[in-house]
Structures are given as C-alpha cells and as structure tokens.
Nanobody
Framework: DVQLVESGGGLVQAGGSLRLSCAASGFNFDSYAIGWYRQAPGKQREGISC???????YYSDSVKGRFTISRDNAKNTVYLQMNSLKPEDTAVYYCYSSLSWGQGTQVTVSS
C-alpha cells in the first residue's frame, strides 16, 4: 500500500523551529515529487512547498526564506525545516504525492 506518514509537529513559541518528516512507503519514492500543504481552522488548504524527483524546490510566498524542504531518497523521507515560526503558521500540515496523502501533523505556534 502507498503510505505517507508525517511526524514532527508540536507546540512551539513564535520565533522557534520545528522539523517535519514525511516517511513514504509502497511506491518508487525516487521518481515522485513530494509536497506539503497546510490547513488552518476555517481557512482553505494552502500549498506551501514541493520538491521534485530531481531536487527542484518550490515555496509559497508565505514561507519563502523561513522554510526549507529536502529529501533523502535513501530513507524515503522528505523533510520540512521550519524556522522563524509565526502564530499564523499554526495549521495541520500534510505531505502528499500524486498517489496519496498523509494523515497530517498539527503545528501550533504560540505568540
């Protein structure tokens, strides 16, 4: 089965950092782009970052310069390093590929 499992969420103060992980299984990970969405309560889902199979990266304006996406194909894992976190970054963060979505991990940033 295709699976994407997020981890690394939690509660952090504004200005702090978290690193999210997305562990993939059940498909040829090397060949797929992997991305991150987030959804805050009462708001639309927002695509924030994506990394292609050959390492090209995309960031939304809302996270550019603060978040870094990377992938480790040996571990079938994509990471999202989140620095300088703001209260408006509070959301459930989901990783996805064209094949599947993860279950999400909660990130809460206190002011």
């Amino acid at each position: 089965d295709v699976q994407l499992v997020e981890s690394g969420g939690g509660l952090v103060q504004a200005g702090g950092s978290l690193r999210l992980s997305c562990a993939a299984s059940g498909f040829n990970f090397d060949s797929y782009a992997i991305g991150w969405y987030r959804q805050a309560p009462g708001k639309q889902r927002e695509g924030i970052s994506c990394i292609s199979s050959d390492g090209h990266r995309y960031y939304s304006d809302s996270v550019k310069g603060r978040f870094t996406i990377s992938r480790d194909n040996a571990k079938n894992t994509v990471y999202l390093q989140m620095n300088s976190l703001k209260p408006e970054d509070t959301a459930v963060y989901y990783c996805y590929s064209s094949l599947s979505w993860g279950q999400g991990t909660q990130v809460t940033v206190s002011s």
